[in-house]
């Protein structure tokens, strides 16, 4: 903030022209509509700097076709533009590798909207001038004003159609010049009608769509807005770096300054109408106050609403603070109210800004002229503070009388002083200033000679006299407005320690009912009782509620409705519905009302409170729209994983049941053909082949099965204490091919606690994984070792093995490892199913691989690790 007391600059605005200094310089050519000549203009400045010599390259530039921009290229530099093959053609685009090798000392760019091709550095052109400044090359570049992300909503409402490319503000903020390229509607029509702008069919469509004249006349007033805009920023900005006092007339501006009086809400609305009528900003300036009340609250919710901005601050000099905001801010209109009923700003403040505020020009509103007409309201006093500094006085004044041959009289003068502040510091000021009056008289009294009398014999008592008078009425004054100023701290203290520690909460919730409960919970803690309520169909639908059954009646049904329709806040201290005890805050999403947050307070709640509420709503409001988007993207996946599995499944009926079919018939239809042609040994061959191939569509089926009743829950285990010998002994008889493998069990993992049935279907499952990936006549084996409260079962043998990165995967449904170019048959469920039975009997599995005792130049190998409670 600009110290304009001292002339010394503003620091924030120093570190700001600094940070400018070490990037290059942006130029925009802003334009009110497309074709009014923005690349044109460009290119015209663009030959004037070369010719002076500067290093001026084009580093893209969009000519649509139109022959008169390209001959206003001319003989400028053009970088080559970066081929981006896309969907089957090929795009072209800005090159910034190329820029940034080139490094010229000034860079053309033209449509600075422009969406890059996917791949590229960045997303958006705009952010490729970004780095081309941060390298410290000069930047001219064009944009259309359509194009601003705060205009989009209002574009697209005045021309109907809404523009897909747009800027942030700030790249438009960012620029050290912009000129203003406009040109009157029937000009720029019959520009269009000529051919200078699209093609004739084009043009034609245009004229009636984006083109109408109103629509030009409206884009070029918000262009000529948004260029004095920009420029009433760099006026205060040079003010600010420069020391410069303000205010400088440049652009209009309005300030209504918010109290605690009936004009409150009568100052808003003349303020608005005086901001609409100058085309100028609004802002309600507001010093926030212990007597502050809901006509503040209402009066600053009226601000938002007639699309103004809201200023809170704590000064103790509240003259001074709103002349230090007004000049910072280049304010040219001041709003205040005259005095009313009400704790407001006061005729001595109207007086006091009458005086100082010569710089600008003030606009005093009268009080309502209904408002005396309302019966006042009557306010009931609290009177004990009152009578505790009466006990108090009391008290301090008997133990002095009863020490008075001790203390001396000035001694009471400063007892009494230290009474006065310690009463305004905790009661206020009201009771401090009481306390220093009472305790005047009190000393004067009971202590001053003569005694028992208000008349005083020593010219010096009557100094001291008078300089106690003025010391207490100051320090009561003074102690007071401490106490009032660090209660307004302590409130903003409470409200930042809620909403940091609600988005604490609100970043652990994941679903919408968890991010509900939080907010109605927080709401409760602040009011007494909450309730979020989401839209459905058009309607309110109670979703959360704290207490639990917390229900609303017809009247509060009507005002929440009336939040949703509308998008205002209503309830108690709100100009809607105000008696009634909730306060409703819209919950915003994507530019929609998705919801209301309710809180119930049976008075207009304090501004911290609804400034809490307000944050609180918002944080709702993102946080629901973040669970939403989290359950999407898990709905989502689970349909991609089950895309995956069905596709998988079908890959694995197609093959392993078409497979055995057709060997089978092929046997079945030889043995029917050539049966009795057939000798024995081929007759047996043939239907060993038909057993064989039934047996294995039987297995692959029962491993389907085995997986649905997994998935399904269907599992009833039988946790047994099992002999491992026999049960192994059972599983290699079992599987073909495994009749070889050896088994080691130590003495002390002979048995283990399982389910009889399933363990048995995981060994044989898993010996037929070694069997399968591992050559002829290798190694199987299978050993078993304690590990404290459990046995540690492993499956090894000496295949090809399994590559790290899918070790994990193997035991998902369908996988089958990358194992060289042998391709075995099976489903893929293998694994799964003894991972799923292993983890149902409360056991783990993994697998390792390679093996460590296996030689290097060999294969691999493959363990499978069982881990099983020992008996």
Avoid at 579 to 600: C, D, E, Q
Wanted: glycine letters at 8%; charged letters at 20%; proline letters at 6%.
């Amino acid at each position: 903030m600009a110290n304009q007391h001292d002339g010394r600059p503003d620091p924030d605005a120093l570190l700001a022209e600094a940070q400018r200094s070490g990037r290059g310089h942006l130029k925009i050519f802003l334009g009110a509509a497309p074709g009014v000549g923005k690349t044109w203009e460009m290119l015209t400045a663009a030959h004037a700097k070369r010719q002076k010599g500067m290093d001026v390259v084009a580093g893209l530039i969009e000519t649509h076709g139109r022959a008169g921009t390209r001959e206003a290229i001319g003989e400028l530099e053009q970088l080559p533009r970066l081929t981006v093959p896309y969907r089957g053609q090929v795009l072209e685009e800005f090159d910034l590798e190329a820029a940034l090798k080139r490094r010229p000392a000034l860079l053309l760019v033209d449509e600075l909207a422009h969406t890059n091709a996917p791949g590229l550095r960045h997303a958006k052109r705009w952010q490729d001038v970004q780095d081309v400044l941060e390298a410290g090359i000069d930047v001219w570049t064009t944009v259309n004003v359509q194009h601003l992300e705060s205009l989009n909503d209002q574009i697209a409402r005045i021309t109907g159609v809404r523009v897909g490319e747009t800027v942030p503000d700030t790249v438009l903020d960012m620029a050290d010049e912009i000129e203003l390229i406009d040109l009157p509607p029937a000009e720029l029509r019959a520009r269009l009608q000529e051919g200078f702008v699209y093609r004739p069919d084009v043009a034609a469509r245009a004229l009636e769509g984006f083109f109408r004249e109103g629509n030009l006349g409206a884009l070029r007033e918000i262009a000529l807005r948004r260029a004095a805009q920009r420029i009433d920023k760099d006026v205060t900005r040079y003010m600010r770096s420069s020391a410069i006092p303000g205010p400088w007339p440049v652009a209009e501006k309005v300030l209504a300054l918010i109290g605690a009086d009936d004009a409150a809400a009568n100052v808003v609305r003349h303020a608005a109408r005086l901001a609409e009528a100058l085309h100028a900003p609004l802002t309600s300036f507001h010093i926030e106050r212990t007597e502050d009340n809901a006509k503040v609250q209402a009066a600053l919710d009226l601000t938002v609403q007639l699309g103004g901005s809201v200023v809170t601050q704590s000064a103790a000099d509240m003259v001074r603070a709103v002349l230090d905001y007004a000049s910072e801010q280049n304010i040219t209109h001041i709003v205040v109210g005259r005095t009313g009923r009400g704790r407001g700003l006061g005729r001595r403040f109207s007086e006091a800004l009458t005086r100082q505020a010569q710089a600008f020009t003030l606009h005093f509103v009268p009080v309502p002229a209904a408002a005396p007409l309302r019966p006042a309201t009557p306010q009931r006093r609290n009177w004990s503070p009152y009578l505790w500094a009466a006990i108090l006085l009391a008290a301090v004044t008997t133990g002095g009388a009863a020490l008075k041959g001790v203390l001396p009289q000035e001694a009471m003068g400063l007892i009494f002083t230290g009474l006065i502040a310690a009463t305004a510091s905790r009661e206020g000021r009201g009771p401090g200033l009481f306390t220093a009056i009472i305790g005047f008289f009190l000393w004067n009294f009971f202590f001053l000679p003569p005694l028992y009398t208000f008349s005083v014999a020593d010219p010096r008592d009557v100094v001291a006299l008078i300089v106690f008078l003025l010391v207490g009425l100051v320090t009561g004054t003074l102690a007071g407005r401490v106490r009032q100023e660090a209660a307004t701290a302590a409130s903003r203290v409470e409200a930042l320690r809620r909403i940091s520690l609600f988005g604490q909460r609100l970043s652990r919730a994941v679903t919408l009912s968890d991010v509900m409960a939080t907010a109605v919970e927080e709401a409760a803690a602040i009011t007494g009782a909450g309730i979020v309520l989401l839209a459905q169909s058009g309607r309110l639908t109670p979703e959360a509620s704290r207490p639990a059954g917390t229900a609303l009646d017809e009247a509060a049904e009507a005002a929440a409705e009336w939040c949703l329709t509308h998008d205002v806040e209503t309830g108690t201290g709100t100009a809607t519905l105000p008696s009634v005890p909730w306060r409703f805050l819209p919950l915003h999403s994507h530019g929609l009302v998705a919801g209301v947050l309710g809180a119930r307070a049976t008075a207009p709640p304090p501004a911290p409170i609804v400034q809490t509420l307000a944050t609180l709503a918002d944080q709702t409001a993102l946080a629901l729209e973040r669970a939403r988007l989290a359950m999407q993207t898990a709905r989502t996946e689970a349909h991609e994983d089950s895309q995956k599995l069905r596709n998988a499944l079908l890959s694995s009926l197609s093959h392993d049941l078409r497979t055995p079919l057709t060997a089978i018939r092929g046997a079945a239809e030889t043995l029917s053909t050539m049966g009795e042609q057939l000798d024995p040994a081929t007759r047996a061959d043939l239907l060993a082949a038909i057993t064989q191939d039934t047996a294995r569509m039987g297995k692959f089926l029962a491993n389907i099965t085995d997986m649905a009743r997994v998935e399904a829950g269907a599992l009833d285990i039988k946790r047994e204490r099992l002999a491992l010998e026999a049960l192994t002994e059972a599983a290699i008889a079992r599987t073909p091919g495994a009749f070889s493998t050896a088994l080691n069990i130590a003495p002390d993992a002979t048995h283990v606690r399982a389910d009889p049935m399933l363990l048995e279907q995981v060994l044989v499952n898993l010996l037929e994984n070694a069997v399968k990936y591992a050559p002829p006549g290798s190694r199987i084996s299978i050993s078993a070792q304690r590990q404290g409260n459990n046995v540690r079962l492993c499956v090894a043998d000496e295949g090809v093995g399994i590559p790290p990165a899918e070790l994990e995967a193997v035991f998902d449904s369908f996988f089958r490892a990358s194992r060289g170019d042998r391709v075995a048959p099976g489903t893929g469920l293998g694994l799964a199913i003894a991972k799923a039975f292993t983890e149902a009997m409360g056991g783990r599995i993994s697998a390792r691989s390679p093996r460590p005792d296996l030689p290097a130049d060999g294969l691999p190998g493959t363990i499978i690790i069982l881990e099983l409670p020992a008996a």
